[in-house]
């Protein structure tokens, strides 16, 4: 299940305001605003949170299931980065 703090931290990752969210989500600024004001689950509607986490996950967001420390998100490895070598 989509959090509150999980969303916070994907737009974080993302540099997006919420308005940023909101255009790329479909998801109205004012119904955005007042969701992040809470804490826990995503509330509203089911499509609302479907959609807030559709347009992350199309900006390169993936999200963390529990796994016993707790849920979270992080970003996609970006096609063709590549891990910087030592040379060693």
């Known amino acids: 299940m989509l959090s509150v703090r999980q969303v916070?931290?994907?737009?974080?990752?993302?540099?997006?305001?919420?308005?940023?969210?909101?255009?790329?989500?479909?998801?109205?600024?004012?119904?955005?605003?007042?969701?992040?004001?809470?804490?826990?689950?995503i509330?509203?509607?089911?499509?609302?949170?479907?959609?807030?986490q559709a347009a992350l996950e199309g900006a390169g967001v993936i999200f963390i299931d529990e796994n016993g420390e707790g849920p979270g998100v992080r970003l996609r490895k970006q096609a063709g980065s590549s891990e910087v070598?030592?040379?060693?």
Do not use: H, I
């Open 8 to 41: 916070k931290a994907a737009r974080a990752l993302l540099a997006w305001s919420q308005a940023d969210l909101a255009k790329a989500s479909g998801v109205s600024y004012p119904t955005l605003a007042r969701l992040e004001a809470t804490d826990g689950p």
């Open 43 to 52: 509330g509203g509607r089911a499509d609302t949170g479907a959609k807030l």
């Open 85 to 88: 070598s030592s040379g060693q």
